[in-house]
Nanobody, 120 residues
Framework: QVQLVESGGGLVQAGGSLRLSCAASGSIFSINYMGWYRQAPGKQRELVAEITSGGNTDYVESVKGRFTISRDNAKNTVYLQMNSLKPEDTAVYYC??????????????WGKGTQVTVYS
């Protein structure tokens, strides 16, 4: 099993910054993929940013230039630096990782989510 612990959400004024972290632990041989998703009330969950094992990144258009995803492979941790936050960034943010576990099984895991609220 793999556990994900997210942190860093909170309440921030528009224009401010937050940094989310998601640390994976447990039966991990390697982590292929790490991503951040978000879900606002009444909306579907959407991909915000993703990073591959090779360090390639991609972002939803609405956050390009404001958000930066990064990973620390030694710590099995993914980060999301969010700058110039807008009220429309308000959502529950979830991390998702694709793990190759000891034994060779590849599985995806979701974090429990962390609330980000941006007020104007």
């Amino acid at each position: 099993q793999v556990q994900l612990v997210e942190s860093g959400g909170g309440l921030v004024q528009a224009g401010g910054s937050l940094r989310l972290s998601c640390a994976a632990s447990g039966s991990i041989f390697s982590i292929n993929y790490m991503g951040w998703y978000r879900q606002a009330p009444g909306k579907q969950r959407e991909l915000v940013a993703e990073i591959t094992s090779g360090g390639n990144t991609d972002y939803v258009e609405s956050v390009k230039g404001r958000f930066t995803i990064s990973r620390d492979n030694a710590k099995n941790t993914v980060y999301l630096q969010m700058n110039s936050l807008k009220p429309e960034d308000t959502a529950v943010y979830y991390c998702y990782v694709e793990v190759r576990q000891t034994g060779g099984i590849v599985r995806g895991y979701w974090g429990k989510g962390t609330q980000v609220t941006v007020y104007s």
